[in-house]
């Protein structure tokens, strides 16, 4: 009779059990728990959104979305928003999330947001895992390929504090892959992003507003900026980056639309162009004002790279006027940067020549052309020192 109760016991626990929607165990919330179909077709929205509610709501463990590897998870426009109650939260991506394959079955609900998944004011948040982000972009690429302004931004996060984000792979997003916003702390490392070289606007990841920002040992194969550095951003710190395809590592472009626009304490290290059309690039608009200053590009390797130094404080070229204010662009080093470009201009600096750029350093710069033309730099209005140069930067090499 024991035996007979026990296993009766045990049945019915079991159909208890398998009818609640419940964590995997304290901390640990599945989206297949929460109805999660994960074929590739079936709109799983619904079930993210209501693991992400237990998982923001319970202090209990470390609280874990847990997206599972060998399924496919089709997910319209959605956001994950904070606070949540504990400390730390985490969101592990072992599967595939993929946004609809067509623009038309798109169900967006705030247009305006141009975004695809979004965190928003969410502390101590990790995304990691071996799985793959689909943007499903190339729909998107055709209808837009002359405008960006209906196009969504794949991963968001805003207002995010000791964020983390690692070992993902994106692909393929109808605009930027990662955009940063308005977030303090964040670590980024071992991704791999990747986009068609035709594919217009689509950035490995856009950093504004945003201070503290660690990247490292990421490896961008985009249609546009690798990384683009935007206004309200200080202390950025890249390192260890493949860049390539891609229009290289940028900061800005600053002050479009007449904005004020402020940009400080840029430092990239021990990266590689190859390919890219641009290498180190500080990009900023005429009628804008403000500042970008003390940023550093130091050890960069170069393979064929089209334009391998730049500084433009006239990327608007349809605007002349003499009088338009102009981002000030001050304390840029460019140090130990060598490798061959299809150019044989490879150094330029397009400065304004109202208020020009300042103290901008040249120093142990080795740039060849594959062309097997000689290399030449070409400067107007920037003043600093050029130190151990091939090309010789001869408008700063006069100032020593």
């Given at each position: ?194 986009a068609p070289e035709n594919s217009p606007n689509t950035d490995g990841i856009d950093i504004a507003s945003s201070s503290n920002i660690i990247i490292n040992n990421l490896s961008i194969k985009t249609g546009d900026d690798c990384i683009a550095i935007n206004s309200g951003s200080n202390f ?88 338009s204010e102009v981002v000030k662009v001050s304390d840029v080093t460019f140090l130990n940067i060598h490798g061959t470009s299809v150019n044989e201009n490879t150094v330029q600096l397009n400065c304004d020549p109202k208020i020009g750029c300042d103290n901008i350093i040249i120093d142990h ?36």
């Amino acid at each position: 009779m024991k035996s007979l109760f026990t296993l009766l016991m045990f049945v019915i626990t079991s159909q208890c059990l398998c009818g609640r929607i419940t964590p995997d165990d304290g901390s640990n919330f599945n989206v297949l728990t929460y109805g999660a179909n994960g074929d590739g077709n079936t709109d799983d929205s619904n079930a993210f959104v209501k693991a992400w509610n237990d998982v923001c709501g319970t202090t209990q463990g470390t609280p874990t979305l847990i997206i599972p590897e060998g399924k496919t998870f089709m997910l319209q426009p959605l956001s994950f928003q904070g606070p949540c109650k504990s400390t730390t939260i985490q969101v592990e991506v072992k599967g595939t999330i993929t946004a609809p394959k067509d623009i038309e079955a798109w169900k967006w609900k705030d247009n305006k947001r141009r975004s695809w998944v979004q965190f928003s004011k969410i502390n101590g948040l990790a995304v990691y895992g071996e799985g793959t982000i689909d943007g499903q972009g190339a729909p998107w690429w055709k209808k837009y390929h002359d405008g960006d302004s209906n196009r969504p931004t794949a991963f968001q996060f805003i207002g995010c504090e000791s964020l983390t984000i690692s070992n993902l792979n994106h692909i393929n997003s109808p605009r930027n892959h990662i955009s940063i916003d308005s977030c303090k702390n964040a670590s980024i490392s071992n991704l791999q992003i990747i986009a068609p070289e035709n594919s217009p606007n689509t950035d490995g990841i856009d950093i504004a507003s945003s201070s503290n920002i660690i990247i490292n040992n990421l490896s961008i194969k985009t249609g546009d900026d690798c990384i683009a550095i935007n206004s309200g951003s200080n202390f950025i710190n890249i390192t260890g980056v493949l860049c390539g395809p891609g229009h290289g590592i940028s900061v800005g472009s600053l002050g479009k639309g007449g904005e004020y626009a402020t940009v400080e304490e840029v430092h990239v290290k021990d990266c590689t162009f190859t390919g890219t059309t641009n290498g180190a690039r500080i990009k900023t608009w005429k009628g804008g004002s403000g500042y970008a200053r003390k940023i550093t590009y130091e050890n960069i390797k170069l393979v064929e790279v089209k334009n391998p130094i730049i500084i433009n404080q006239n990327y608007n070229p349809h605007i002349y006027d003499s009088s338009s204010e102009v981002v000030k662009v001050s304390d840029v080093t460019f140090l130990n940067i060598h490798g061959t470009s299809v150019n044989e201009n490879t150094v330029q600096l397009n400065c304004d020549p109202k208020i020009g750029c300042d103290n901008i350093i040249i120093d142990h710069i080795n740039i060849t052309s594959v062309a097997g033309g000689e290399p030449h730099a070409s400067c107007t209005n920037a003043h600093g020192t050029c130190s151990s140069s091939y090309p010789d930067v001869s408008c700063l090499s006069d100032n020593k």
